[in-house]
């Protein structure tokens, strides 16, 4: 038997590095391949965050809009008087005043009501809220609308004729949660607009604007020769799950000061009150402070019909299109019991029936009723 010699240990060695070698080879291809993975990973997730934003509309150019993943952009428009108030509408497709789109335009379309001084809220410091409508005609959309308390626009000083342009830039992000299948489906926009005004034939004679200050007083006033006065504000503050923000749902103005959060459904049909509701820039991410906000006035005169055991409040309108109101609120909290403080100024335009003409205004404080009751 042959002896093993030192040349014979040294091979030895030479094989065990060698092994030990591949070995750690191996091990740190692993290792690299692992990095690799775990980067790869990272990277999806940067671009999974890119393309979100990607789909957001930038703001910085012409209005562009994202509806449930289409990406649009609106660069053409027009302004048209309505009943009290004048619409903006832009449009994917260009749209002349005596045009109807095409079933493959997109529309995006939202009010300027003439507010104080007829101004139309327009060159102010803040945004006005106004509800922005979204119409497709080949795509039934999960929501065709965005509340006022989220979508924004400002607005430049603008001549009230035809052939003039009314310039601005309108925002809004918006949530809606489909509850059957437990989708969301996101609703965004961001840009500048730019319309020409188209003619009126009335003349611009139906667009009536508000006084633009209220009185120093308390909120008082009348409508159809109901005298009023309030003692007591409550603030409804209801909260948007889908968008996770809080919004003055509407403002209650009562003659007694015995309405609470609980009671006032059965206080509301037992007596007259005044309600502003649908009030822009109330909510949201931004609630606006400090500036008019467009609203939707009410008063209620409790009627007794045959056969009812009781009274029940009858809502009447001020006559002379929606949004005969403006609101503006000094102090805006949303927490229940909060207290909240603004002034308010509604009256319905000139030459309306009796039963709807009325003229209120004055300033408030308010207890926020935070949800339904």
């Known amino acids: 038997k042959k002896k093993k010699g030192k040349d014979d240990d040294d091979k030895d060695d030479d094989k065990g590095k060698k092994k030990k070698s591949k070995d750690d080879d191996d091990k740190e291809a692993s290792d690299d391949d692992k990095g690799k993975k775990k ?11 890119k393309k979100d934003d990607d789909d957001k509309p930038s703001g910085k150019g012409p209005f562009a809009a994202n509806i449930e993943g289409q990406a649009l952009e609106f660069k053409f ?29 997109w529309q995006v379309s939202f009010e300027l009501y003439p507010g104080p001084g007829q101004k139309f809220f ?16 080949r795509l039934k959309l999960k929501s065709s609308f965005v509340q006022p308390y989220i979508a924004l626009a400002d607005v430049e000083d603008f001549k009230l004729a035809e052939g003039e342009h009314i310039k601005g830039k309108l925002d809004f992000d918006n949530k809606y949660t489909d509850y059957s299948t437990k989708k969301d489906f996101k609703y965004s926009g961001h840009g500048t607009f730019d319309v020409a005004i188209c003619k009126d034939w009335s003349g611009f004679k139906n667009l009536d604007g508000l006084a633009e200050d209220a009185d120093a007083g308390d909120v008082a ?17 209801q909260h948007d799950t889908a968008n996770d923000v809080d919004y003055v749902d509407e403002v209650d103005f009562f003659q007694t000061d015995k309405v609470t959060c609980a009671n006032r459904y059965d206080t509301k049909n037992a007596e007259d009150y005044f309600m502003v509701r649908t009030i822009g820039g109330a909510g949201g991410p931004s609630p606006v402070v400090g500036s008019p906000q467009p609203a939707d006035p009410m008063f209620s005169i409790p009627e007794q019909k045959p056969g009812d055991k009781k009274p029940f409040g009858s809502w009447k309108m001020f006559g002379g299109g929606s949004h005969r109101a403006w609101v503006k609120f000094d102090k805006l909290k949303f927490g229940s019991g909060d207290t909240v403080t603004g002034s308010v100024y509604a009256d319905s335009a000139k030459g309306q029936k009796p039963d709807q003409t009325g003229k209120i205004t004055g300033t408030f404080t308010g207890t926020v009723c935070k949800g339904f009751f």
């Open 39 to 49: 980067k790869s990973k990272d990277d999806d997730d940067d671009k999974g965050k």
């Open 77 to 105: 428009g027009r302004a048209t008087v309505g009943y009290g108030d004048i619409q903006i509408t832009l449009s994917t497709e260009k749209l002349a005043c005596s045009d109807s789109p095409s079933d493959d335009a």
């Open 122 to 137: 327009a060159g102010g410091k803040d945004p006005v809220g106004s509800t922005v409508y979204i119409n497709s005609q």
């Open 221 to 237: 006033g009348e409508f159809n020769s109901h005298k009023f006065k309030y003692k007591k504000a409550l603030i409804s503050v």
